[in-house]
């Protein structure tokens, strides 16, 4: 099956900074999604991004399909920020999202 | 409010007994699916439902039964509860294959 892989596993962070994640994947892919799990356990949906790339206020991300990876950009980080933060791959077409590991992002005051 | 909502959000109970977990969305989606995430915080897909059918059936025992009265609903019905079945379990809905919108969860606690 398709591996996805996360890094960094864990990010600790001043406010104010900014940080990339990235996720690496093993094969072809037709859906690709960014959530953000806060401390109270709540999944968000940051973007929805097969390729290309989008922005959402501080957020930004960038899927470059050919090469299996994606970026999720994080500026001016908030204590809010904080949360693990989840890339989900789907190969079958069916919204069959599969998780990878997560990042785990701690932005202190 | 438009979301996916489930309950109940916290579920303790005996090994052996029968639960169920109720999830209703109103955002007008036509695909709903069930996840879980164990202690590790790995999130797994265990079924998805497209229009009342049954699309996804990941490797889940027999013992889970997911039941979709209608598009809105997904109910997710458990027998014979067992300790390894404890684990935040999250109900999600989509339109297609794009965004999926996730509920609260519901922890499990099988004692």
């Known amino acids: 099956g398709i591996q996805v892989e996360q890094s960094p596993p864990d990010l600790i962070l001043q406010e104010g900074a900014n940080s990339t994640l990235r996720c690496n994947f093993s094969?072809?892919?037709?859906?690709l999604q960014w959530f953000h799990q806060n401390p109270w356990g709540q999944l968000i949906n940051l973007f929805y991004?097969?390729?290309g790339t989008k922005q959402n206020g501080r957020l930004s991300a960038t899927t470059v399909a050919t090469e299996r990876y994606s970026l999720l950009y994080i500026s001016s980080s908030q204590t809010t920020d904080s949360g693990v933060y989840f890339c989900?791959?789907?190969?079958?077409?069916?919204?069959?999202?599969?998780f990878g590991t997560g990042t785990r992002l701690t932005v202190i005051p | 409010d438009t979301a996916v909502s489930q309950t109940p959000k916290y579920l303790v109970t005996q090994m052996g007994n029968d639960k169920s977990i109720k999830c209703e969305q109103n955002?007008?989606?036509?695909?709903m699916y069930w996840y879980k995430q164990d202690s590790k915080k790995f999130l797994k897909i265990m079924f998805s439902?497209?229009?009342?059918?049954?699309?996804i059936n990941e490797t889940v025992p027999n013992r889970f039964s997911p039941k979709s009265p209608d598009k809105a609903h997904l109910n997710l019905h458990i027998n014979s509860l067992e300790l390894g079945d404890s684990a935040v379990y999250f109900c999600?809905?989509?339109?297609?294959?794009?965004?999926?919108?996730f509920g609260s969860g519901t922890q499990l606690s099988v004692l």
């Open positions: 999600a809905s989509s339109l297609g294959i794009e965004k999926l919108f």
């Open positions: 094969d072809s892919v037709n859906n």
């Open positions: 991004i097969p390729s």
């Open positions: 989900a791959v789907d190969t079958t077409g069916a919204n069959n999202l599969f």
């Open positions: 955002l007008g989606h036509d695909t």
């Open positions: 439902y497209n229009n009342k059918e049954l699309i």
